[in-house]
């Protein structure tokens, strides 16, 4: 439990709700904290997924303006870097991550979102990344990771405009995987989270370092990588109970040590 983040444990997955009344403004406080609660959540064996969410108003309110007003651009040269450092203990966790957003999800919480692995939305969520209406831009993530997620084209005009982007056009950019009524998001989060947490561990983190290397790597150096990986997991308990289990019983009912 954190001063603006509350974490609940169950089932193999961390569910992580940002509570910062009324708006869920992302100041340096609550960006340090979630780092921190990342920094532990990566190395604990009880959590094999993670979850983050916020209100049912607002997810998640960008940074506090507040705290940038004064800043110049020497101050903000060192800044950016913690800024950054700050969501991608989010985005390297080894465990998927998965955001459930309600409401808005503005500029730092729209980075929030997109540094998860998955978004699975409300009806009522609103992305957006308005930054330039403020003479700036993002930079916690932001350019990079919706890039690579809708294309440089949608990105930009996205960016460039400010405007909002409401869920059902999240989902045909492909900015989330689904949406759902406001009263099923976090079962629906929960639900996917249980059953990716009942997957082998090391075969679902290994997975997850695959897909992201490949993002940015050349067909030949992906498939070097998925060859590693793929080799390394001959070698895990996991493989023998979900080899033996199937030859044994059919598909999909192994249950997993996670080693």
């Known amino acids: 439990m954190g001063e603006f983040i509350n974490v609940v444990i169950a089932e193999g997955v961390a569910t992580l709700t940002l509570t910062r009344p009324p708006m869920n403004v992302l100041n340096f406080a609550v960006q340090a904290e979630l780092a921190e609660m990342c920094t532990g959540l990566a190395t604990n064996p009880d959590v094999r997924v993670v979850v983050f969410t916020g209100g049912d108003e607002v997810f998640a309110a960008g940074a506090d303006v507040?705290?940038?007003v004064d800043l110049t651009e020497a101050d903000m040269?060192?800044?950016v870097q913690t800024?950054?450092?700050?969501?991608?203990?989010l985005s390297q966790l080894p465990q998927p991550t998965i955001a459930a957003v309600s409401g808005y999800a503005l500029g730092g919480g729209c980075e929030v979102a997109l540094a998860c692995d998955i978004r699975i939305a409300s009806s009522t969520a609103v992305f957006g990344l308005p930054e330039v209406l403020l003479g700036i831009m993002p930079g916690a993530g932001g350019t990079a990771r919706l890039t690579h997620l809708v294309g440089p084209a949608r990105a930009k005009e996205i960016m460039w405009t400010g405007r909002f982007v409401k869920a059902d056009e999240a989902l045909t950019m492909g900015l989330v995987t689904s949406v759902v009524a406001p009263d099923e998001l976090l079962a629906a989060a929960n639900k996917l989270a249980v059953t990716l947490a009942?997957?082998?561990?090391?075969?679902v983190q290994a997975i997850k370092r695959v897909v992201d290397k490949a993002v940015d790597a050349n067909?030949?150096?992906a498939l070097n990588i998925e060859a590693a990986e793929f080799t390394k997991l001959f070698g895990t308990n996991d493989k023998a109970i979900g080899m033996k289990s199937f030859l044994e019983n059919g598909p999909g009912k192994a249950n997993f040590e996670h080693s």
């Open 77 to 79: 040269a060192v800044q």
């Open 66 to 68: 507040n705290e940038f």
């Open 198 to 203: 009942k997957r082998p561990a090391l075969a």
């Open 219 to 221: 067909l030949a150096d």
């Open 83 to 89: 800024l950054q450092a700050n969501l991608s203990a």
